[in-house]
């Protein structure tokens, strides 16, 4: 949990985010996608991290229209 500097409310960092509801933690959807950018294949992904294409690639539409904030919910 965390408290929002400017508006002083406590907020989830999944709560209400793309991330909410996600059964796979969330450091190894990092290290995945993060194996993805730097080259590796989707079919090697699979294969290394143990996770399916399907997957891989919901977490690519959940992820794709994420913005950097300042930290507090609108």
Known sequence: ???GACCERAF????HSALA???TPIALVV???AALTEG???NAAT???????KSIYRWQARLSGLKKH???LP
């Open 12 to 15: 989830s960092e999944t709560n």
């Open 21 to 23: 509801h996600l059964n």
């Open 31 to 33: 290290q995945v996608l």
């Open 70 to 72: 300042d930290g507090c």
């Open 1 to 3: 949990m965390y408290s």
């Open 47 to 53: 294969r290394l991290y143990g996770v399916s294409k």
């Open 40 to 42: 590796v294949g989707i």
